[in-house]
DNA sequence: AACACGGGGTT
DNA sequence: AACCCAGTGTT
């Protein structure tokens, strides 16, 4: 469970070797990003919910656009959750701008308007857990806490020659290491010693600090710490969406049918060309008459595909077919939805979409230039 | 403890 | 194609 006593003696013995050497290195090394210029603890709080289950060069042009827009807790916390997820569109894991928003909205509530400034306090705020915690105490206030994330993780797996740590063995760990002094930056070198040196597969040994204080270099196998667990098969999917037209007027630009999904859901609040997971036995235009059907209780007639789009999410992959569609029956409700519009290209662009289904609104504006030129 | 949750990068 | 993420929340 916690740590052996023979692995806290190790830490004990080099420990201010370790230190030095860390931070050290850091200073040589430290990439040039945003975040570590301005370091307010509200930026620290948005770098950190961004790099979440993401990687640096994701984020920085997100993090600095986001920034710009929102410069302050409280200038985010006026916004409105679309606007936030639009600045989030692309980024994934849409949970954590919800999240993040909602947050923004507690502290000025019920926290005058500041970040708490203990671990504990930042804890309680929804999208915060243990790393993020831990991070912004850290690097934002200054707090000798540790902040483990997967970098730390296999650092210190591999420092301990320890196949499979648990959470509070690696915290025990990393707290024993933390300099008094310098507990941001020594974070912070230690998240980037694991993104950078010690990486996953092929760690580069005879550039890292800690070379010789390695007891899984010692084994000769850095790689094979921790041990990974064998991935569940992902299933894939026949998926359905509907591109459905009106036009308003012979003469004015085409309208189309979008709805928002719900907040709960994956991809929570996200506008989409409604549709669905193609059945076994059905046809594609079966399973999209059925899907207009239950969600938005229309009967619609399918026409020709207008693209098709392959994408893998986490736990499953899917081939997404849409289909130009117009409405054959009934006024569109939202039954499985949180909204719906009839919608003009220009005001397409404007909502936030998942990769998807932005995709698929690309290859519209495609085909409409395309008509137009008739 | 296991699973859901996006998307992009590396090998 | 398989594997990897600068994790959190729910069940």
């Not at 003469?251 to 189309?256: G, I, L, Q, R, Y």
């Amino acid at each position: 469970m916690s740590l052996g006593a023979e692995q806290r003696a190790y830490l004990a013995q080099h420990r201010e070797e370790a230190q030095q050497r860390l931070l050290s290195w850091f200073e040589r090394h430290a990439r040039d990003l945003p975040w570590r210029r301005d370091r307010t603890p509200y930026r620290v709080w948005v770098a950190e919910v961004m790099l979440q289950q993401t990687q640096v060069d994701t984020v920085r042009d997100y993090y600095l656009h986001f920034v710009q827009r929102f410069p302050t807790l409280d200038s985010l916390a006026e916004a409105s959750l679309e606007e936030v997820l639009k600045l989030w569109e692309g980024l994934g894991y849409y949970s954590r701008a919800r999240a993040l928003h909602r947050a923004a909205r507690q502290v000025v509530r019920h926290h005058n308007g500041e970040l708490p400034n203990t671990p504990q306090g930042l804890r309680a705020l929804p999208g915060i857990g243990a790393y993020t915690a831990g991070a912004i105490a850290s690097i934002a206030f200054g707090i000798p806490t540790p902040a483990v994330d997967g970098n730390v993780r296999r650092v210190m797996a591999r420092t301990l020659a320890e196949p499979d740590p648990t959470p509070p063995a690696l915290e025990e760990a990393v707290r024993q290491w933390i300099p008094p002094a310098a507990p941001g930056a020594f974070t912070e070198a230690l998240m980037e010693l694991g993104a950078t040196i010690c990486s996953p597969r092929a760690p580069r040994c005879l550039l890292c600090p800690w070379h010789d204080l390695c007891r899984a270099r010692d084994l000769g196998e850095p790689e094979a710490f921790p041990v990974t667990k064998p991935r569940k098969a992902i299933p894939h999917y026949d998926v359905t969406a509907a591109v459905t037209l009106r036009w308003p007027s012979s003469e004015s630009a085409p309208e189309v049918l979008v709805a928002q999904r719900p907040l709960d859901a994956m991809l929570g609040g996200l506008w989409e060309f409604p549709g669905g997971k193609r059945e076994d036995g059905e046809t594609l235009p079966d399973a999209l008459r059925r899907e207009l059907m239950e969600e938005m209780g229309v009967a619609i007639n399918v026409g020709e595909q207008l693209t098709v789009v392959q994408h893998a999410y986490t736990h499953f992959r899917i081939t997404l077919y849409a289909f130009l569609c117009t409405l054959e029956s009934g006024e569109p409700t939202c039954l499985a939805c949180q909204a719906f519009q009839w919608a003009r290209l220009a005001q397409i662009h404007a909502l936030p979409m998942a990769v998807t289904d932005r995709r698929i609104a690309g290859a519209l504006e495609v085909w409409l230039e395309s008509r137009s030129d008739l």
